[in-house]
Structure formats: C-alpha cells, structure tokens
C-alpha cells in the first residue's frame, strides 16, 4: 500500500519525510519479500536517475526544497539550504550535462562484466577414480595366474623338461616373463576400453602408455616373486596374497588414499601399489609432466627388476 504523503516525497530529495510504501509479509516467506523489497529499491533508485539526468526536474527540485525549508527544523534549515544551494549552481553549468559520461545519463551503479573461465582440477567423475583401481586389481589377478602357474610347473615336473630342451634358464624364463607382460599390457587395454563406456577420458594417453609400461615391468617382478615364494602351489599363493593385501589397502586399491586417515597416507608411499595408482592417475585426471611421471614410474620400474632378480635366484635354488 502507498502511504500518505508519496507524491510529494517523490518531489522533494534530502530532506523531510521519504516517500513509503508498506507491504504485507507472510513470515514464512522472507526469501519472497526480499526479492520484493529488492524491485522496489530498483524502482526508487530508477526515480532518483531520472531526477538527476533531466536538469529541468532538479532545478524545479531544488526550487520547491528551497522554497520549503521554512517550513523544515531549525537544525536542518542552514546545512541543506547550502547543499540544495550548490547543487542548484552545479546543475546550471554545462559539466553537469556530461557528469556521467559519454552516455549522458548519471547511473546510480555501473557494473561492468568480464568473462572468467572456471579451471576445475581433480577428476571428472567417480570412475576417474574407480579405473586405475580396477586396473589395479586386473593386473594383481593376472601377476597371481603366471606366477601360481610357475609354481604348478614346477611341482608337476613340467620346469625340469621345460629345462632338458635347448633352452637356457633365462629364455625359459625370459618368455614367461615376456608372456606375463603382453597379458597384463592386453588386460589393461581392455579395462580402458570398458572405462570408455563410464565416461573415463584420459588427459594424456602418452602419459598413460608409459604408466602402464612401468606398471606391467613392476607386477612381471612381483609374478617372478609369487614364483619363487614357496614349493606348493597353495603356499605360494597363501605368501603372495599375504603380502599382497596389506599393500592393497595402504596403496589406494581398495579405498581411495585421500579418504584415509594421515597416518596411513604418510605411510602408504612405501606401496608399490600407490605408485602404480599415481602413475595411472598421472595419466587420467592429474595431467602429469614427463618430470611428474619420472618419479612413480621409475619406482615401478625399480621395484620390478629388484623383485624379478629375487625371484629368479630363488628359482634357481629351489
């Protein structure tokens, strides 16, 4: 509702009573009568660009205020007949006509608007997260298979002739080695494949041919490790997944590291699990350099040929 006394407080700026209008609220909806309350402001502030852009109205203004002061309290009669005073000159000389720019019309706000693009790191989506877990997992299952299998020929007699061929120890093992690398290579190409389907899109596939390189040396290590870890089939594999597990579950295969409590994150670089879910990640959503990429595929590769070597020498003495 308009109160008494609107039209001529929409005349007189600075001083009297200001023009009102009273408004009805339901308590419940105050997010409501903020917008109202907002729009009416817009409109008394459009009001008081007007006033100020058309020089008759500001001198017809300042006119009646000055006219009307005697009516106003003592107090109030010297202070505002000076500024209505200087306003009135102001508005007399040409600068006034272009006090608001090029446009000509003053603005009570100028917002001025550019352009910021939202740079978002991290990963895209959940199964940014949830691959290199699943790669992770795909290449533990393959390292067990070629590794227990070693085992197995072993028991059985098949390594002796496997031996008693023109063969050397180190093509014997050499190819299994090499054999164990194409399926691991195969099955992480393949995991890829299903992660397309999830919406995965890596930032770099370089980036992530180079982990998965790294990370088949590293795991054909572990499988020659597996191999040489018992005499039965039932107690290498008990010794593997031992081993196995722990590291697993520090390294980020089974819960993402980042939600883990401190003291098993500091902890958790000491598995080759976690440099192997960094490398792969490097290549996903991290957007690692060459230099960034060194330091876990190096690791990898490390750890492999140190794994590969133990295996290999206990091997040779079994």
Not at 145 to 172: N, Y
Request: glycine residues 12%; positive net charge; proline residues 5%.
């Amino acid at each position: 509702m308009i109160k008494q006394g609107f039209g001529a407080a929409s005349n007189r700026m600075f001083y009297g009573n200001s023009k009102e209008v009273e408004v009805g609220v339901d308590p419940a909806r105050q997010a409501e009568a903020g917008m109202i309350e907002g729009l009416l402001m817009k409109h008394a502030a459009a009001d008081m660009q007007k006033l100020f852009t058309d020089s008759k109205a500001s001198n017809a203004m300042v006119d009646q205020a000055l006219a009307g002061m005697k009516y106003a309290p003592p107090d109030q009669v010297a202070p505002v007949q000076r500024f209505l005073g200087e306003l009135k000159t102001f508005m007399g000389t040409p600068q006034s006509a272009g006090a608001a720019g090029s446009s000509g019309e003053w603005q009570p706000l100028k917002i001025s608007k550019i352009d910021i693009a939202r740079h978002y790191e991290g990963p895209r989506n959940a199964f940014d997260i949830t691959f290199p877990q699943g790669v992770i997992w795909g290449l533990i299952g393959c390292m067990m298979s070629f590794g227990i299998s070693l085992v197995t020929e072993r028991t059985h007699g098949t390594f002796v002739r496997l031996r008693m061929a023109p063969l050397t120890r180190g093509q014997i093992l050499g190819g299994k080695a090499l054999s164990c690398f194409l399926s691991i290579m195969f099955v992480g190409v393949m995991l890829l494949g299903v992660a397309f389907l999830f919406g995965v899109r890596p930032i770099s596939y370089v980036m992530l041919g180079i982990a998965g390189v790294s990370a088949a040396i590293c795991f054909v290590g572990f499988m020659m490790l597996v191999a040489g870890m018992g005499k039965t089939e039932q107690t290498a594999s008990g010794a593997a997944w031992a081993v196995l597990m722990p590291l697993s579950m520090i390294g980020g295969a089974m819960v993402p590291t980042f939600v883990m409590p401190a003291w098993i994150q500091s902890i958790s670089f000491i598995s080759p699990i976690r440099w192997t879910m960094l490398a792969i990640e490097g290549g996903v959503w991290r957007d690692y350099s060459i230099a960034e990429m060194a330091l876990p595929c190096s690791i990898l590769i490390t750890i492999g040929i140190a794994c590969f070597a133990i295996g290999t020498r206990s091997l040779r003495e079994a």
